[in-house]
């Protein structure tokens, strides 16, 4: 990648924007300084696209088959062996406020009801019941999550694992305008604030003392993943295969599909393996960027990484991943954030690879469809881990887009009497005002649409297949009446000849 000098005039913002972070007394030195070199890397214009045609594809050396890694060893002591070597760091910055929750997502009900954090700790728990080892799970939160995890994490004291936060840098939202950080224009609140993605994950590892600890305790890899994919468990074959062959970083890449043609992929560049995002993409190599056929594979930020390896670089200031702008707006005023990505810092380390995984292990929850999915009978649930059910034929999950009116977690909860059976789904569209009642079944593909003013109610038992179902306020006499490929009866009219909301069944 390509580095540029500062010009005079942005030398002078960066002048301006030291003396102004000096006096933040809300965060530390380390703090200062790495916003500092972020935003100066940042002015500088270090060049963020790729040379088209120096783009190679990795081969089966760069991005491993995870079929073609040796089996875990039988041996019950040269497992122990293997996970006395491992950490697990989920990534606990994000609050679950896009699913209508508050607090850190990662406490948010996924099943049975227990939290994303509930199965993570019983996951490890089991590990270190079963091998006699000591696997410890890090959280890495951030200034938003903090309090709350640490009271969270109190009713897990009698586990049979160690647990340990930090927090990863808190950096201030520079404002357009001026370039000068929002707190020093009187803005005192969290909003002035933000967590500079989790490619802070490295310094702040260091800066909180934890990696030094680590690396005095013997432990030499750590399992990064976010919190909320219930798909990112401990692998011992992925682990032994980076033991034996020294590398220092390893990426879960799984094969791409329509719905994941943003994400990230991995190239061979000048060398060496390199993350390769959208944002990175020249215009006129967007749609190329976006194929299947060309990109076949893309970034689960699963990721593996030596500890000794993340100490050497992050004491040598060697980590300058592609910085990530991000504009936001605060009570008004226009503000830029800049963040990183830790899986950008790959091409940074020795022996890097990826391993091309099953899909099984992205299943992470961003949405309440999303929760629909790992709620319904298409996953069972044993000792902490969610496991596809083998009764389902098709490979792939079946596509599910709900309607805003399921988007808080409270919501979707309340219009389900209970989550339908899906084994045999293909795709579910919901829209407007509908409810399931309980013992539901959707097979095939299904859309289920209530039209404005009117509310549809799926009887208990109902099972619907392959079907396009309609709900709507008739304008000729004001009832609601509905379409299922055909005209239905018109149900629900008051006396006054208005649609009464609530009792239009399917």
């Known amino acids: 990648m390509a580095t540029a000098t500062l010009s005079s005039a942005d030398a002078e913002k960066i002048n301006n924007l030291k003396s102004d972070v000096a006096s933040l007394t809300q965060i530390s030195e380390n703090e200062k300084s790495g916003f500092i070199n972020l935003v100066a890397r940042y002015l500088s214009g270090e060049a963020q696209h790729v040379e088209w045609s120096k783009i190679q594809t990795p081969t089966d050396k760069v991005v491993v088959p995870y079929d073609t890694l040796s089996p875990v060893p039988e041996d019950a002591a040269e497992t122990k062996k293997l996970l006395d070597k491992l950490v697990v760091l989920k990534l606990n910055g994000g609050l679950g406020t896009t699913m209508g929750c508050t607090g850190p997502k990662s406490v948010i009900e996924v099943r049975n009801g227990m939290t994303f954090l509930d199965l993570i700790v019983i996951q490890i728990e089991s590990l270190n019941k079963k091998y006699g080892c000591s696997v410890p799970l890090l959280l890495m939160n951030s200034f938003n999550t903090h309090d709350d995890t640490s009271k969270i994490i109190e009713k897990y004291a009698k586990s049979n694992i160690e647990i340990h936060t930090f927090n990863q840098s808190q950096y201030p939202r520079l404002v357009v305008e001026d370039f000068k950080p929002l707190p020093s224009k009187g803005n005192t609140g969290k909003d002035a604030w933000y967590p500079p993605g989790h490619g802070d994950v490295f310094p702040s590892l260091k800066n909180s003392g934890k990696l030094d600890a680590l690396l005095s305790k013997g432990k030499e890899y750590v399992f990064v993943a976010n919190s909320d994919n219930l798909g990112a468990i401990v692998d011992l074959k992925i682990l032994k295969h980076l033991i034996n062959n020294k590398n220092e970083y390893c990426m879960e890449v799984t ?66 991943m592609e910085i990530i702008p991000n504009p936001k707006e605060v009570d008004g005023i226009k503000v830029l954030q800049l963040e990183t990505a830790a899986g950008a810092a790959i091409r940074f380390f020795d022996h890097a690879i990826g391993i091309n995984v099953p899909r099984s292990r992205f299943l992470p929850v961003k949405a309440t469809s999303d929760l629909l999915l790992v709620q319904s009978d298409l996953y069972t649930l044993n000792d902490g881990f969610v496991t596809r059910n083998p009764a389902r034929a098709n490979p792939a999950n079946p596509s599910i887009d709900l309607g805003p009116e399921f988007k808080k977690v409270s919501n979707f909860l309340s219009r389900f009497k209970s989550i339908p059976s899906i084994i045999e789904l293909d795709s579910l569209k919901v829209t407007g005002d509908v409810w399931f009642g309980a013992g539901v079944t959707l097979k095939g593909k299904v859309t289920i649409t209530a039209k404005s003013g009117a509310k549809l109610e799926i009887p208990d038992g109902k099972v619907i297949e392959n079907k396009n179902k309609t709900a709507f306020v008739n304008p000729q006499c004001g009832s609601i009446a509905e379409t299922s490929q055909r005209r239905a009866c018109v149900v629900g009219v008051s006396a006054r000849g208005n649609a009464r909301r609530g009792k239009t069944a399917y």
């Open 255 to 320: 094969p791409k599909t329509l719905a994941d043609v943003k994400g990230g992929t991995l190239i061979s560049y000048e060398g060496k393996v390199q993350l390769l995002e959208i944002a990175q993409v020249p215009d006129e190599h967007v749609n190329e960027f976006k194929s299947i056929e060309k990109f076949k594979i893309f970034n689960t930020n699963n990721l593996w990484i030596n500890l000794q390896a993340i100490n050497r670089l992050v004491q040598a200031d060697s980590l300058k």
